[in-house]
């Protein structure tokens, strides 16, 4: 079995291969970790401190903040308004704006146009995403076109009502994104003049009115960066050209998404333990109903899986910090299971290589984990196809009268259930006219009991009363004469409406099935069988596709280990899954039963799947920049990081160990 890559800090290589995780340094106690953090963050800090500003050129600490995680396929996105803003003064805007959003961490050119949409443009101009050129940013979790993330942020910006104003550098100089990947595949740097003619023209030229009635501009606006581990300096330092110069952030905080997460996760434990303090556990409902409990062991351990787009990351975390020698990085994440399904179903049935959106939708709405991989292979080749409980059809859209594919059954299982359907009428038919025999048996019970009661009295009274009783009792009997007849009648009426009810039924699902085999012949059809569950287990055995690597049972393990020996059983009993592969139906339930298989037999395996496993890091963030010494502690001004480049201090020097470590209070 492989080994998992091994993240390690490097300004300009990628993780190393698989031959450079064999020489693993010696895992670091808590304690000496805890000091090494301290006196690293203690050294940068007298490195910022040694650089002095000016008083009348200082940026203030209480500024509204943008929270952005970015992503390769979503940049999650929101307005944090400052913390002494109230009610009554902030804008309306910037209170909506408190929320996450989402919009795509692209650009897009639709065929034969010069017009250039970029992020939520892309869903509200265009319908048929197929047809579009798309440029991403970001290349295996890292921003390789520094050109095209701009534009994203730019349009970030002015959704949330942010009036982008870049230094004068930037201007001057023009081209202030080429340290990072040059200007995207197409080549050629991206000035903010050149910028403003593509996106940020309608901004650009209403500045005057738009500062007016904006809540802010970028100089008196906080940056929040969200980013994955080991991020290489090269990059790192074309990032904050990008926010610094080109979108003028008067401040800029950049921390781990997995620490953000890790955040909550154990922020939500304080505030159970101080509510509760008898009964340390909080109970949450995932998405797929079934109730988890959190047991707060007060460890402040988290190891946090995210498994997102590009990659999945685990990173052990203590007190909010990760630990860096212990995380791994798996180069598979939904872009990998995207493509694997493309080629599956360009295979065996229609041509989809040119459909990515159409695809990964498919996988989104019909993926999930099995527990019992080997089970169900097994039954798909005993068991004909279309016969199968896991088969569906995944109906495509013909953008004109549906816009997103749709999910049936395949014609034999509807056949199957339409007679199930049918024969569960039957037994309720069966049913209800056994409920009225035993009606009719009582009612005939009563009218005997009457009878005889009548028929003492009568003996007891005059011959006149005995005549009337016997002229009562007549007209009783026929009474109940024509009583009866009735309910034959009525008997007879209601099994002719049940024998109608039921052909009424009958001719309702041939008229169904006639229109969904006209539907089927208008509209193409994707058969998903194995494939349902097969391609999310590349995620648990990548050797499936060739690839030399473990899952990701094994990366935790081997994560976990990596960690000092009085944390281990903490973090196996404080694993916490997000990102968007975590939402598929059943991926929590078999990492938890992978990991118990590996899992030493005296640890407790807990494993804690939130209700909203892509906005949980966002949430996190949110949480930890409304701490009231936050932008004291974790951003970098403008001006302090344009004094420290004059003065020639690298990535490190400047940022320290404000991205990962010491993010809660010893």
Known sequence: MGTTKTATDSSNKLPPSKKAVKSKPKPKSASSALSSTSTTSASASAAAATVVVPPHLRIGTNLPVCIIDNGGWEVKYGLLPPSNTTPDTHTTSSSTHNVMSTMYNATARPPHQLTLLTGDEITTRMKNLGRLSWNHPMERGMICDGGTQLQVWTRVLQVLGVVVVPTVGSVAGGGMVAGVGGGGRRGGGLSVAKLNGVVGGAAAAAVGSAVQSAPTSSSGCAFLLLEPPFVPAVISDGVDRILFRELGMGRVARLMGPCMAAFKYLSHGRINTKVNSTKQEETAVPSNGKRVTWVNDGTECCCVVDSGYSFTHIVPTHRGGALEHAIRRLDIGGKVLTNLLKEA????????????????????QLCFVSDQFDKEMKQARIVRRGMRWFDREYLLPDFMNTFRGTVQLPAPLQRKRDLEEEKEVERQQ???????????KAMDVEDTVDATSTAKLSKKGTKKKSKDDKRKKSVRTKDNADNEMEESDDNISDEESDQQRLQRLRQMREQEQKRREQESLERQALAMSVERFAIPEVLFRPSDIGLDCDGIAEGIVESISACDATLRAAMYNNVLLVGGNARMPGYKERVEVELRKLAPVNYSVCVYLPEDSISYAWEGSK????????????????????????????????????????????
């Open 430 to 440: 069966q049913k209800e006219k056994e409920h009225k025999q035993n009606d009719e």
């Open 345 to 364: 179903v360009t295979y065996r049935q229609w041509n989809m290589m040119d459909e990515y959106h159409i695809v990964n939708d498919a996988k989104e």
């Open 623 to 666: 949480e930890f920049a409304k701490q009231p010494d936050f932008q004291k502690r974790f951003t970098i001004d403008r001006i302090s990081w344009e004094a420290m480049k004059k003065a020639g201090k690298d990535q490190t020097e400047i940022w320290g160990e404000r991205v990962s470590n010491n993010l809660r209070e010893q």
